[in-house]
């Protein structure tokens, strides 16, 4: 089927366009939505990545950029935006196509691969000495372009889209992301998560779903820490008001559900190694948040991945070298075994411990573990904790 868009016309059916933007999703031109069959272990809640890495500068702010850009009347000025780099990219490309010049600062803390994107596209970028996801709208990045859009001295010469305020953001949301998981799940959603971040995701697709159906539940996900190593990602718990993104509706939130780094890098790397998928520790962070609803509920529901791995290899290498070292580390796996032999077998290890040395030690039911972890605590030994499942139990202990 043919649409036109402006004076231009494109074809999905061909995949032939007049220009870049006419590939950002929409309804007719959805991302895809794929089942998660390994990672997520629940028969009675099934799960679905909306993978926005199939926009065509690769993120789910694609969306808001084409949006926000095109309705802006830039009349000679430079676009000016602060971002933790997907915006920016995003805002770039459409820049560029549009023949528009645009500076974007970005917290230093950001991943490298992030600035040199930027820098390839050309854009200029400001750097500014602050936290992945400052507190204040006046510090950081933030702060940087709120100068350069109020000063006297410069305001004359730039103007930004300002996806914190703008309501564009809410609304690309509200006429594609929201339509395109009601089509694809053919109405089946009950349960959607997304991040918080600039807040237009949540509060634009919730508000679509909401209005579909009021009985499925949003889910926000946000970080443990204010200091967090999650791009794109931020902590509204705690904050006023003043400091919380204006575009955000509370009203169409469900629930608040935080994550770790530790949680969130590690849910990421599992879900490449068991079902294929690269993806971003933002994504990450949304499905560890979804597969632990999935211990409790029954449903079919839908996890943003606003992005890839890509973008992240220099913060992975960090997590994978920490895995290097703890992969390592001796391994004994007692799941066959139930207490009181798992403990017996499991305390015979411990003991055989140099000092320094380290074991994981994997068990196959609560039973075990209860007795096994008072064991480690009578002996003030304070051991490393994961799950693999319902039966997997894996503690790391050093002596």
Sequence with gaps: MKYLHGDKEFDHARRVYSDITQLIASPENPTPLVRLNRINRSRDFVIYLKLERYNPFGSIKD???????????VDGRKVVEPSSGNTGIALT????????????????????????????LGARL????????????????????????????????????????????????????????????????????????????ITGVGRFLKAQNPAIKVIGVEPSSPNHRLPGMKRITGLADEFIPKILDRSVIDGTVEVSDQDAYRTAIDLARKDGI??????????????????????????????????YTSFYKDILETEAKESAARECDLCDLVCPLSKIKATELIDSLDAGETVKIILGNTE????????????????????????????TVTR
């Design 63 to 73: 969306r808001i950029a084409s949006e926000m850009l095109k309705s802006l009347d």
């Design 93 to 120: 490309c459409v820049a560029n196509a549009l023949g528009i010049p645009i500076e974007i600062a970005v917290p230093k803390g950001i991943p490298e691969e992030k600035k040199v994107m930027l820098k390839f």
């Design 126 to 201: 400001w750097e500014a000495d602050d936290a992945l996801c400052p507190l204040f709208p006046t510090e950081g990045a933030r702060g940087l372009v709120n100068a350069l859009v109020n000063s006297p001295a410069t305001k004359a010469s730039y103007i930004s889209p300002n996806q914190y305020e703008n309501e564009l953001n809410v609304q690309a949301h509200y006429r594609t992301t929201g339509p395109e998981i009601w089509q694809q799940t053919q109405g089946k959603i009950t349960h959607f998560f997304a991040g918080f971040g600039t807040c237009g995701t």
């Design 278 to 311: 690269p993806v971003g520790p933002t994504t990450g962070a949304i499905l560890w948040a979804a597969l632990r609803l999935a211990q409790q509920e029954r449903g079919l529901a839908v996890v943003i991945s606003p992005d890839d791995a890509f973008k």
């Design 368 to 395: 075990s573990l209860k007795s096994v972890a008072q064991e480690l605590k009578a002996r003030g030994i304070k051991p490393g904790f994961t799950q693999e499942g319902e039966n997997r139990f894996i503690l």
